[in-house]
């Protein structure tokens, strides 16, 4: 049976703030990025811990895939993945924990 994703309100909004950015260079390269963001999350209703344990939290509930320069945080929960955050890999994670309240 496979596992129900869900994107929480700040993981959209994130994608929606990542596409407005690299739109200003590239509408082409944005969606694109979006595309792959959105088609990365589909390997995980069959597959939930098929990303890394976030190395930050240590948590194996709390996990991560790498798309393009982006951290696609998610949560496994009972037959659903929270997509929690969408974030640049450069930003520090101990900020990410506060703002989206990881506990």
Same mark, same amino acid.
């Given at each position: 049976?496979?596992?129900?994703?869900?994107?929480? *309100?700040?993981? #959209?909004? $994130?994608?929606?703030?990542?596409?407005?950015? /690299?739109? @200003?260079?590239? +509408?082409?390269?944005?969606?694109?990025? #979006?595309?792959? /963001?959105? +088609?990365?999350?589909?390997?995980? @209703?069959?597959? *939930?811990?098929?990303?890394?344990? !976030?190395?930050?939290?240590?948590?194996? $509930?709390?996990?991560?895939?790498?798309?393009?320069?982006?951290?696609? !945080?998610?949560? #496994? @929960?009972?037959? +659903?993945?929270?997509?929690?955050?969408?974030?640049?890999?450069?930003? +520090?994670?101990?900020? #990410?924990?506060?703002?989206?309240? /990881?506990?």
């Amino acid at each position: 049976m496979d596992y129900r994703i869900v994107w929480s *309100p700040e993981a #959209v909004e $994130d994608i929606e703030s990542i596409a407005e950015y /690299i739109e @200003k260079d590239s +509408q082409f390269y944005a969606k694109a990025v #979006v595309n792959k /963001i959105f +088609q990365s999350t589909e390997k995980l @209703k069959e597959f *939930p811990k098929v990303g890394r344990v !976030v190395p930050e939290l240590e948590r194996e $509930d709390i996990r991560e895939l790498i798309v393009y320069n982006y951290r696609l !945080v998610y949560q #496994v @929960k009972e037959r +659903q993945i929270l997509i929690i955050a969408v974030i640049h890999g450069k930003r +520090q994670f101990e900020d #990410v924990i506060e703002e989206y309240k /990881i506990s």
